[in-house]
């Protein structure tokens, strides 16, 4: 399992892909596999906001478009443009609720970056806690 500094840093250079014309806050996330692959990627933005996509979305559905199923951690970095450095910058709710289909909320590290080194970590649990999760349906 990689250390969230060089996660971050992937996600540092994901974040230089955003497409983000009308918020201009970018964001990029990187998302490691079990088996240790690595799948990138940055917010879209749309004119029509619901059809945006967030960082953490475009990563999530890479992976799961190349068959991975199993994931251990992410991380997130996000900012103003004009800021220049990302900060820290927590999943919306939506993100949140995409990974815990694919990852145990209990184990799953989500790592929240920034360009100065700053990180803090969290369990996917805590940061979306009494989650609606896949066994609640059965």
């Known amino acids: 399992m990689r250390g969230a ?5 992937l996600a540092l250079r ?3 892909g955003a497409y983000a014309p009308y918020s201009d806050f970018l964001v990029g996330a990187a ?8 799948f990138t990627g940055c917010n ?4 029509a906001y619901s059809v945006c996509n967030c960082a953490e ?4 559905f890479k992976a799961v478009s190349e068959g991975a ?6 991380a997130i970095v996000g900012g103003k443009r004009a800021e220049g450095a990302a900060q820290i910058c927590a999943p919306c709710g939506v993100c949140r609720q995409a990974l815990l289909e694919f990852c145990d909320a209990g184990d799953f590290l989500v790592h929240l970056g920034a360009a100065d ?22």
């Not at 879209?44 to 004119?47: D, K, P, T």
């Not at 979305?57 to 999530?60: H, P, V």
Request: aromatic residues 6%.
């Open 14 to 16: 994901a974040r230089e």
């Open 44 to 47: 879209i933005e749309n004119a």
């Open 31 to 38: 998302l490691e596999c079990a088996d240790g692959r690595v």
């Open 57 to 60: 979305r475009t990563a999530l």
């Open 69 to 74: 199923r199993d994931f251990v951690q992410i």
């Open 5 to 9: 500094k060089e996660l971050i840093d």
């Open 117 to 138: 080194g700053a990180c803090v970590t969290y369990r996917l649990s805590d940061l979306l806690p009494a989650a609606f999760s896949p066994e609640r349906l059965t």
